[in-house]
Protein backbone atom coordinates (compact mmCIF):
# COMPACT_ATOMS: atom_id res chain seq x y z
CA UNK A 1 0.00 0.00 0.00
CA UNK A 2 1.09 3.24 -0.87
CA UNK A 3 2.08 6.09 1.74
CA UNK A 4 -0.94 8.43 2.37
CA UNK A 5 -0.21 11.33 4.67
CA UNK A 6 -2.42 13.27 6.82
CA UNK A 7 -1.41 16.78 8.73
CA UNK A 8 -4.17 17.34 10.93
CA UNK A 9 -3.55 20.82 13.30
CA UNK A 10 -5.07 22.85 15.70
CA UNK A 11 -4.34 26.34 15.54
CA UNK A 12 -5.65 29.23 17.66
CA UNK A 13 -3.50 32.32 16.24
CA UNK A 14 -2.36 30.89 12.67
CA UNK A 15 1.02 29.78 13.43
CA UNK A 16 0.44 26.23 13.76
CA UNK A 17 -1.84 26.26 10.63
CA UNK A 18 0.85 27.97 8.68
CA UNK A 19 3.91 25.03 9.72
CA UNK A 20 0.74 22.35 8.61
CA UNK A 21 1.02 24.13 4.91
CA UNK A 22 4.05 23.88 4.70
CA UNK A 23 4.99 20.46 5.81
CA UNK A 24 1.71 19.87 2.97
CA UNK A 25 3.59 21.76 0.72
CA UNK A 26 6.87 19.47 0.74
CA UNK A 27 4.36 16.16 0.93
CA UNK A 28 1.54 16.58 -0.65
CA UNK A 29 -0.16 14.55 2.19
CA UNK A 30 -4.36 16.17 3.01
CA UNK A 31 -4.46 18.85 5.65
CA UNK A 32 -7.14 18.53 8.12
CA UNK A 33 -8.11 21.27 11.13
CA UNK A 34 -8.90 20.10 13.95
CA UNK A 35 -11.96 22.44 14.92
CA UNK A 36 -13.23 22.59 19.09
CA UNK A 37 -16.68 23.84 20.17
CA UNK A 38 -14.41 25.77 22.95
CA UNK A 39 -13.61 29.71 22.46
CA UNK A 40 -10.71 30.71 23.36
CA UNK A 41 -9.58 34.30 24.01
CA UNK A 42 -7.52 36.30 21.23
CA UNK A 43 -5.58 37.33 24.22
CA UNK A 44 -2.55 35.66 25.25
CA UNK A 45 -2.81 35.79 29.17
CA UNK A 46 -6.36 34.87 29.31
CA UNK A 47 -6.15 31.92 26.55
CA UNK A 48 -3.67 30.81 28.74
CA UNK A 49 -5.04 30.57 32.14
CA UNK A 50 -7.95 28.88 30.05
CA UNK A 51 -5.54 26.66 28.28
CA UNK A 52 -4.00 25.78 31.99
CA UNK A 53 -7.56 25.38 33.88
CA UNK A 54 -8.48 22.60 31.06
CA UNK A 55 -5.19 20.81 31.89
CA UNK A 56 -5.63 20.72 35.75
CA UNK A 57 -9.32 19.35 35.00
CA UNK A 58 -8.34 16.99 32.16
CA UNK A 59 -11.23 18.86 30.24
CA UNK A 60 -11.43 17.24 26.49
CA UNK A 61 -12.82 19.61 24.82
CA UNK A 62 -15.85 18.79 21.68
CA UNK A 63 -14.54 17.87 18.66
CA UNK A 64 -16.83 19.73 15.79
CA UNK A 65 -15.32 17.70 12.80
CA UNK A 66 -13.79 14.44 12.30
CA UNK A 67 -11.33 12.82 9.67
CA UNK A 68 -12.69 10.48 7.26
CA UNK A 69 -11.77 7.31 6.63
CA UNK A 70 -9.12 6.86 9.15
CA UNK A 71 -8.03 3.81 7.82
CA UNK A 72 -6.69 5.05 4.42
CA UNK A 73 -3.60 7.25 6.27
CA UNK A 74 -0.28 5.46 7.11
CA UNK A 75 1.44 8.22 8.36
CA UNK A 76 -0.27 11.09 10.13
CA UNK A 77 1.24 14.37 11.54
CA UNK A 78 -0.55 16.53 14.14
CA UNK A 79 0.66 19.68 15.25
CA UNK A 80 -0.18 22.32 17.65
CA UNK A 81 0.85 25.40 19.52
CA UNK A 82 2.73 24.40 23.08
CA UNK A 83 0.14 25.08 25.75
CA UNK A 84 0.86 24.72 29.47
CA UNK A 85 4.30 22.85 28.52
CA UNK A 86 2.25 20.26 26.18
CA UNK A 87 -0.41 19.93 23.54
CA UNK A 88 -3.28 21.63 24.37
CA UNK A 89 -6.24 19.05 25.64
CA UNK A 90 -7.98 19.25 22.13
CA UNK A 91 -5.27 17.19 20.84
CA UNK A 92 -5.85 14.29 23.29
CA UNK A 93 -9.89 14.72 22.20
CA UNK A 94 -8.55 14.07 18.51
CA UNK A 95 -6.54 11.28 19.96
CA UNK A 96 -9.26 9.00 21.74
CA UNK A 97 -11.18 10.10 18.73
CA UNK A 98 -9.26 8.19 16.18
CA UNK A 99 -7.59 4.96 15.91
CA UNK A 100 -3.54 4.84 15.39
CA UNK A 101 -3.22 1.33 15.84
CA UNK A 102 -0.05 0.89 13.03
CA UNK A 103 -0.15 4.42 12.03
CA UNK A 104 3.85 6.30 12.07
CA UNK A 105 2.73 9.33 14.30
CA UNK A 106 5.04 12.34 14.38
CA UNK A 107 3.93 15.76 16.17
CA UNK A 108 4.77 19.23 15.78
CA UNK A 109 4.36 21.92 17.41
CA UNK A 110 4.88 25.94 17.47
CA UNK A 111 6.11 27.88 20.44
CA UNK A 112 7.53 31.00 21.96
CA UNK A 113 10.38 29.10 24.45
CA UNK A 114 8.88 25.64 25.16
CA UNK A 115 10.38 22.79 23.46
CA UNK A 116 8.50 19.36 22.57
CA UNK A 117 9.46 16.96 25.07
CA UNK A 118 6.36 17.08 27.23
CA UNK A 119 4.18 16.61 23.56
CA UNK A 120 6.43 13.40 22.20
CA UNK A 121 6.24 11.68 25.53
CA UNK A 122 2.20 11.94 25.46
CA UNK A 123 1.91 10.86 21.79
CA UNK A 124 3.55 7.96 22.98
CA UNK A 125 2.32 7.07 26.23
CA UNK A 126 -1.74 7.87 24.66
CA UNK A 127 -1.08 5.85 21.50
CA UNK A 128 0.76 2.99 22.57
CA UNK A 129 0.03 1.20 19.42
CA UNK A 130 0.97 3.60 17.30
CA UNK A 131 4.70 4.06 15.48
CA UNK A 132 5.15 7.85 17.28
CA UNK A 133 8.55 9.52 16.08
CA UNK A 134 10.64 12.46 17.45
CA UNK A 135 8.70 15.84 16.45
CA UNK A 136 9.96 19.10 15.59
CA UNK A 137 9.01 22.57 17.28
CA UNK A 138 9.65 25.53 15.39
CA UNK A 139 10.17 29.12 16.91
CA UNK A 140 6.17 30.69 17.04
CA UNK A 141 7.13 33.31 14.54
CA UNK A 142 9.98 31.67 12.18
CA UNK A 143 8.20 28.90 10.37
CA UNK A 144 8.98 30.40 6.65
CA UNK A 145 12.44 30.73 7.99
CA UNK A 146 12.78 27.03 8.60
CA UNK A 147 11.47 25.11 5.39
CA UNK A 148 14.94 23.83 4.99
CA UNK A 149 14.76 22.40 8.66
CA UNK A 150 11.23 21.20 8.42
CA UNK A 151 12.63 19.01 4.48
CA UNK A 152 15.32 17.96 7.12
CA UNK A 153 13.27 16.91 9.66
CA UNK A 154 10.78 14.85 7.06
CA UNK A 155 13.24 13.11 5.34
CA UNK A 156 14.53 11.69 8.63
CA UNK A 157 11.44 9.52 9.01
CA UNK A 158 11.03 8.89 5.38
CA UNK A 159 8.09 11.09 5.27
CA UNK A 160 9.76 12.78 2.20
CA UNK A 161 12.77 11.42 0.06
Known amino acids: ?10 SHWGHSQNFAEQIQKLTGGDLFE ?3 STDYPEAHD ?4 Q ?3 EQLADFRPELTNHVQNMAQYT ?7 IWWYREPMVIRSFWEA ?10 FATSGDVGIANTEKDTKD ?3 NADAKPGLRLETHAV ?18
Do not use: R
Request: hydrophobic share 45%; with cysteine; charged share 25%.
Open 75 to 81: TVLIGHP
Open 126 to 128: WLP
Open 98 to 107: CNFTDKKVIP
Open 51 to 53: AHQ
Open 144 to 161: EDNVPEIEKWLKKDAVIK
Open 1 to 10: MATKILIAYF
Open 34 to 36: IKT
Open 46 to 49: PCSI
